[in-house]
């Protein structure tokens, strides 16, 4: 079993800044990529930004102001949110595509998600 565990929601103003965390953990073998996800109110669940061994790719909405990260080490996904707007308000969630231990199949995990909130 894999748990993936966030971390550093909360409330902020306009123009501030946030730092997501995202630690997975359980039988893992690797991590080929991982991503975050978020979902305002009323709305359908979208990519922010994600992260291979190779690459990362970002939303346009977001695209120099975030910054995705990941620390292999300590299976952990970042996600530095500057210049935040009050559009980016949602809650956030981290998602990563593990490769189980000991059978070595590739499966989807979700964490619980975390509330961000921009102030006007």
């Known amino acids: 079993q894999v748990q993936l565990v966030e971390s550093g929601g909360g409330l902020v103003q306009a123009g501030g800044s946030l730092r997501l965390s995202c630690a997975a953990s359980g039988s893992i073998f690797s991590i080929p990529g991982m991503a975050w996800y978020r979902q305002a109110p009323g709305k359908q669940r979208e990519l922010v930004a994600s992260?291979?061994?190779?690459?990362?790719n970002y939303a346009d909405s977001v695209k120099g102001r975030f910054t995705i990260s990941r620390d292999n080490a300590k299976n952990t996904v970042y996600l530095q949110m500057n210049s935040l707007k009050p559009e980016d308000t949602a809650v956030y969630y981290c998602t990563a595509n593990v490769v189980v231990a000991p059978t070595r199949i590739g499966k989807d995990y979700w964490g619980q998600g975390t509330q961000v909130t921009v102030s006007s």
């Open positions: 992260i291979t061994t190779s690459r990362t």
